[in-house]
């Protein structure tokens, strides 16, 4: 299942870190206090990282009313031009409009405009020594006028953007800003539940949990293992539903429903029991295949069917088949003949 990102807004600013990013070294350091000459030199190194800056974003925004394509690698530092091609490498695997659905630095979804520019730019914070900075500007075009902020990390020698903070209007009409680089971390710390890595990893923890109840107090194996309903935990809802039905006309009826345990694949145990997943296929957004092979005294091979629910995947079959011969419809025939 694929789903496009919905932009997270009013993501708080002040948690806006600048991981990766390198600074100046403090020009004085505890219990030392600054002479006149530090303050002078301070003073100017203030007044050159404004002009620097200030600077950087005309050229910024002059590239993007040419439409370059090389503005990230000219003006952003390390950690953002990481983060960009990460969300872009997890939309290559987004059929739909994925994370970016317009020019970052613009909001442009189109070409830029030539006539874009930076206004009022203004310094909201500057601090040299540890080589961060804030500014407030307007960006203006024949096109749309939005406000935004860049926050600017210093980075082998140069000033280098590090996130751009956008503006969105919230219920009540106020400017509510949202950290891009915070929604794309936020964005790239979803899992995607329906990739073979994370079925991988389902299937490991059902199966670890089933290894590790079937040792006894002493640490053998034992077929009597922990009551732990494993059915109910692991299985489809539908699933487990049939299981139960067709359990309790079996308990009636004397008849007996299963004749091995289809968790170890097996009527008994072996001390070297043990499991591993071959392959993961056929995932579509409420189903997927598993094809395992069991230890149990020997190497066997088995499928297990996975659907999609509770916001994870659970054992919908544990021998699906084409073929009328898979568990559930076994399950259907023990009820449907109990009901002639």
Known sequence: MKKSFVFVLGIVLSTVGLTGCKYFKPLDGPGMERDSADI?????????????????????????AQNESDIDQRFACHAWRDTVAAVEKKDANVPEIGFFNDDYWTMMQDDNPSDLEARDIKFEELDVEAGTALVDYTLYSSVQTIHQKLRFCREDGDWRVHDIIRFYNDSDDKEVPSSLMESMRSYLSVVDKHSEAYILQRIDTIYKFVGKITYDADGNRNYNYSPFNLDSAYCSQRYYALMQQALAICEKTGDILYDYDYWVCGQDISDD?????????????????????????????NTIALRFERDDWYIDDFSPSTDGNDDKAYLRRVIKQAKE
């Open 273 to 301: 029991w043990s499991y591993k997943v071959a392959k993961v296929y056929n995932v579509t957004d409420s189903t997927a295949l598993v094809d395992m092979i069991i230890h149990n005294f020997s190497d066997l091979e």
């Open 40 to 64: 002078a030199a301070l003073d100017s190194m203030t007044a050159k990282a404004k002009e620097d800056i200030a600077g950087l974003i005309k050229e910024l925004y002059a590239a993007a």
